[in-house]
């Protein structure tokens, strides 16, 4: 059973940082691509940043380019999103999710629905 869990979310302020992890487990493959999302308060899900599966391209938000950086570690099945310069705005609960796809298919921020299993999420909160 795919596993995801997420950690790092805390309370920070504006202009600060915080690295979240995404820890994989259940499965034995070795090529997923991951994404991060994010869910403010009344707003929808949205696409934050992945990294592909074959390849580690990266793909991020327009609102997030420049402050946050996506990683990975194959051996340890974990993902990473390092978000620097944080913003009010960026105040959110933060999920990560898997896209178990075959093969060298670039990854995807503009839908949910391509990602297979998701993690229970870790809140994250900027204050001004």
């Known amino acids: 059973q795919v596993r995801l869990v997420e950690s790092g979310g805390g309370l920070v302020q504006v202009g600060g940082s915080l690295r979240l992890s995404c820890a994989v487990s259940?499965?034995?493959?070795?090529?997923?691509?991951i994404g991060w999302f994010r869910q403010a308060p009344g707003k929808e899900r949205e696409g934050v940043s992945c990294?592909?599966?074959?390849?580690?391209?990266?793909y991020y938000a327009d609102s997030v380019k420049g402050r946050f950086t996506i990683s990975r570690d194959r051996v340890k099945h974990m993902g990473y999103l390092q978000m620097n310069s944080l913003k009010p705005e960026d105040t959110a609960d933060y999920f990560c999710?898997?896209?178990?796809?075959?093969?060298?298919?670039?990854?995807?921020?503009?839908?949910?629905?391509?990602?297979?299993?998701w993690g229970q999420g870790t809140q994250v909160t900027v204050s001004s």
């Open positions: 999710a898997v896209d178990l796809a075959p093969g060298p298919v670039p990854c995807s921020i503009s839908s949910e629905y391509t990602y297979d299993n």
């Open positions: 990294i592909s599966s074959s390849d580690d391209t990266t």
């Open positions: 259940g499965f034995t493959l070795d090529y997923y691509a």
